[in-house]
């Protein structure tokens, strides 16, 4: 009977290609990300790099910071390999293991809430100690984190949901969900911002609003699935105790680049005003790669690596995991380049407007160069812990981030003496560097060379042909120069993008490198 069931299970889910999954994830996460951009745009013409833009993005970095380690990466990387030896028995044990699951998590998030709430003042002080001895930001950010906190259970509540789809192999309404928190946000900038004194309460309440339709919209996927969620109290099934013993350790291992980007916030709010601003407007930059592309790759690999170490298939989970890192080192390196040749006229054609100057466009634009630089390390070890995750292995992770932090912490006090803000966000970049080192260095020496010949020359092809788009990059603003003009600004930045792809991708087929994006090559 229980084989008979996997073969059903088997059966049933339809398994698409490791990179059509991780295509899927993107084009959707594409969507959202263009939608945040829009948001974005409205948060700076309401609130620019103000002592008040600084409060609001802090108080929304809490509770986020908070969902990054304990929802959306770090129970994912807990919930899918145990849910794939719980769906190797029948589904029945997995979906008594996901309402158990759904209740302890349930019950955890209000006790946190709450707690949190109450103690927000000291809550507050861990992240932005600088705002302590300025009344103003300080009262601000606290009234804003308070407003914002209980999206903490929205979101949590809904990134379980969205690593169940993904065990699934449904990875569509999770990828599609965070748009819905950007539409929400847009509409309270454009609706309530005008009916409120202070926009960014308004502001708040789109967050927590978007919350509450991001966790809706789970219900009707996860009954497509024949998951109907029931909360039970059952904190001693042994499954629930192996998912704890996979998410302590994966609480510092799955978010080391974040703690490596909230160091850099916390010591940015002992800067002058805008430090914290510029900081996460080019964040923000920087993140549609790794969304697109290293955290799309993460949760496409996570599902196939695990089942493939379930039933002791090593030589595939290599192979998986090789094609993941080449196909992401030819995507990520040319946009590595493009960001740091165009960093200013991106930040300046989405963001210079309202409140937000042209002053705050240059300043923004040298964080994100810092960013750029660690960029493919962070999609590096995005993928490098997902493998470690999906043999069960959490402690290297988890050690090897705790070091990281350390080395992001001494770098960031060092940095940020000659470099100011900029020294923050290239402390986590080089952070990210040691971190995928470790990483790399594990898994080599736990399952052999992941890499061949074959692949570094494939890699090191990337990187040449990157030189002619670097080239086109760097003469063509000389000869045509940056429009003032919003909408010719527009025309100039996809001019030089597609130009700039182009002539990489025209390097690329002289190189011999035929099908990049379907990455044929073994």
């Not at 970095?61 to 994912?76: C, D, Q, S, V």
């Not at 309402?99 to 000291?122: D, E, K, R, S």
């Not at 927590?208 to 029931?230: D, H, N, T, V």
């Amino acid at each position: 009977m229980g084989g008979e069931t996997v073969k059903s299970n088997q059966a049933k889910d339809k398994k698409p290609s490791l990179f059509r999954a991780a295509a899927k994830v993107g084009s959707w996460t594409m969507l959202s990300r263009v939608l945040g951009f829009i948001r974005d745009i409205f948060i700076a013409r309401l609130l620019g790099a103000s002592p008040l833009a600084d409060a609001f993005f802090v108080a929304f970095k809490i509770p986020n910071f908070f969902r990054r380690m304990f929802a959306e990466g770090t129970l994912t990387v807990a919930l899918v390999p145990v849910l794939a030896e719980e769906r190797k028995k029948s589904e029945e044990d997995a979906h008594a293991y996901l309402n158990a699951l759904a209740g302890l998590l349930l019950a955890a998030l209000l006790l946190f809430t709450i707690l949190g709430m109450i103690f927000m003042p000291w809550v507050l002080l861990t992240f932005a100690p600088g705002f302590h001895d300025e009344p103003g930001r300080w009262q601000q950010a606290l009234t804003l984190s308070r407003l914002m906190f209980p999206y903490l259970v929205l979101i949590s509540l809904a990134a379980m949901s969205w690593a169940v789809l993904n065990a699934y192999r449904k990875f569509s309404v999770a990828a599609a969900s965070p748009a819905l928190l950007n539409i929400a946000i847009i509409f309270a900038a454009v609706v309530l911002a005008p009916l409120h004194d202070n926009p960014a309460e308004a502001l708040a309440v789109g967050v927590i609003l978007g919350g509450a339709l991001q966790l809706a919209i789970q219900f009707p996927a996860l009954k497509r699935i024949g998951w109907i969620p029931k909360p039970t109290w059952r904190p001693r099934l042994p499954a629930i105790h192996q998912t704890l013993m996979l998410f302590g350790p994966a609480v510092l291992g799955i978010a080391a680049v974040q703690i490596n980007i909230l160091v850099g916030t916390i010591l940015a709010t002992l800067l002058p005003t805008g430090a914290v601003s510029y900081l996460y407007y080019a964040d923000r930059i920087v993140q549609l790669p790794l969304a697109l592309f290293g955290i799309a790759m993460g949760t496409a690999l996570l599902p196939a690596l695990s089942e493939h170490f379930a039933n002791n298939r090593t030589a595939e989970a290599k192979q998986d995991l090789k094609q993941g890192l080449t196909w992401l080192t030819w995507i990520i390196l040319p946009s590595m380049v493009g960001i740091m040749f165009l960093a200013e006229p991106i930040i300046r054609t989405l963001f210079e407007n309202g409140a937000f100057t042209a002053l705050d466009a240059a300043n923004t634009s040298h964080a994100l160069q810092a960013y750029a630089v660690g960029l493919l390390v962070f999609c590096w070890a995005r993928v490098l812990s997902t493998a470690c995750f999906a043999g069960k292995d959490a402690k290297a992770p988890m050690k090897y981030a705790i070091y990281t932090v350390i080395v992001n912490i001494i770098l960031a006090v060092i940095l940020m003496q000659p470099l100011s803000y900029v020294g923050l966000a290239l402390a986590s970049a080089l952070a990210s560097f040691f971190n995928v080192a470790l990483l790399w260095a594990h898994l080599h020496k736990k399952h052999g060379a992941i890499f061949d010949t074959r692949s570094w020359k494939r890699m090191f092809s990337a990187l040449i042909a990157c030189l002619p788009m670097a080239a086109l990059l760097y003469y063509t603003p000389q000869l045509w120069a940056f429009p003032s003009d919003k909408l010719m600004q527009f025309v100039w930045l996809i001019t030089l993008v597609l130009g700039s792809m182009a002539a990489f991708f025209a390097s690329a087929w002289v190189l011999g490198e035929r099908n990049i994006l379907k990455n044929k090559s073994s």
